[in-house]
């Protein structure tokens, strides 16, 4: 069965700083792996994802994550956080030949301070 | 391009009461997923649906929770009787393919 876990329920950075948000999965197989983001009252919007082409990902708003497949892990950055990247965050993987059901990481709320 | 519809945003009812949310997907999307989002924690998958017929609902509470598709476009998730614990955002999504969805803004259920 396929998991992931979001390591850090709150993570606040100052404005202009890096953003690291972590996110190991488990799987069986080769995944898919997802990044969201959430705003207040909003539903999830895709910032980028994995499916196994170039192990760095780049995605939209500046943000891009790495798939290290030796760690199992795919950690979201940014390099110079803005105040307008405050969020809850999600990750979220995919198996290769599913049926395109996501199961999601917990979360992570990003603060973002002036 | 339209996005995923959703209704109605907000809702609350008492405990034991019946509801139902609708769901509008981007059109020519096959496939119609509903996910059920209780606060603090990552959707979970309630139901999937390819055209009309369902893929996946191992995780639906079938004693209380349906889902239908009609014509393979819109659908509709109906709770009856609702239990405290179904207080939930509940984020319909459609894609093309299994990796591009598109999500609605959600409907987000009180129950008291």
């Known amino acids: 069965a396929q998991s992931v876990t979001q390591l850090g329920s709150h993570v606040s950075v100052s404005e202009g700083a890096l953003v690291l948000l972590r996110c190991n999965y488990s799987s069986s197989v080769p995944p898919y792996l997802f990044w969201y983001v959430q705003y207040p009252n909003q539903g999830l919007q895709l910032l980028l994802k994995y499916t196994s082409a170039a192990t760095l990902v780049k995605g939209i708003n500046g943000f891009e994550a790495e798939f290290k497949k030796s760690e199992t892990s795919f950690h979201l950055t940014k390099p110079s956080a803005h105040m307008s990247d405050a969020a809850e965050y999600f990750c979220a993987v995919s198996v290769v030949g599913n049926t395109g059901k996501l199961i999601f990481g917990q979360g992570t709320t990003l603060q973002v301070k002036p | 391009e339209a996005g995923v519809a959703q209704s109605p945003r907000y809702k609350i009812i008492e405990k034991r009461q019946s509801v139902a949310f609708w769901c509008n997907p981007i059109s020519g999307h096959a496939t119609l997923y509903w996910y059920q989002q209780i606060l603090g924690q990552g959707p979970k998958l309630l139901i999937q649906?390819?055209?009309?017929?369902?893929?996946?609902d191992s995780q639906l509470p079938k004693d209380r929770f349906s889902a239908e598709r009609l014509k393979g476009v819109d659908s509709t998730l109906k709770i009856q009787p609702a239990k405290l614990e179904d207080s939930a955002v509940y984020l319909c999504a459609s894609s093309l393919d299994p990796y591009g969805y598109t999500f609605g803004s959600g409907t987000r259920l009180t129950v008291v």
């Open positions: 649906f390819q055209n009309n017929g369902v893929v996946d």
